[in-house]
Nanobody, 114 residues
Framework: QVQLAESGGGLVQAGGSLRLSCAAS????????MGWYRQAPGKQRELVAS???????SYADSVKGRFTISRDNAKNTVYLQMNSLKPEDTAVYYC????????WGQGTQVTVSS
């Protein structure tokens, strides 16, 4: 069983930056993929960025060039660096870990004011 805890959310002005962290209670080394999802009010949860165990990354078109996902296996932590934030990035951001099972964090709120 892996527990995920997100942190780093908050209120920021448009154009600003935030770095989200996802700390895992167990090893993330064996996880096939770690990802960040987000869900805005009235919208479906969407995959924002992911990183495989081999280090390959993938991004939603809406965040390419602005967000960067990284992982530190030694610290069992995944990060999401978010730059040039826009009001449409406002959402609850969830950490996800995928192996033979899927694990979710409780989410962290990101609010971008215009």
């Amino acid at each position: 069983q892996v527990q995920l805890a997100e942190s780093g959310g908050g209120l920021v002005q448009a154009g600003g930056s935030l770095r989200l962290s996802c700390a895992a209670s167990g090893s993330i080394f064996s996880m096939n993929r770690m990802g960040w999802y987000r869900q805005a009010p009235g919208k479906q949860r969407e995959l924002v960025a992911s990183i495989t165990s081999g280090g390959s990354t993938s991004y939603a078109d809406s965040v390419k060039g602005r967000f960067t996902i990284s992982r530190d296996n030694a610290k069992n932590t995944v990060y999401l660096q978010m730059n040039s934030l826009k009001p449409e990035d406002t959402a609850v951001y969830y950490c996800n870990a995928l192996s033979v099972r899927t694990f979710w964090g409780q989410g962290t709120q990101v609010t971008v004011s215009s």
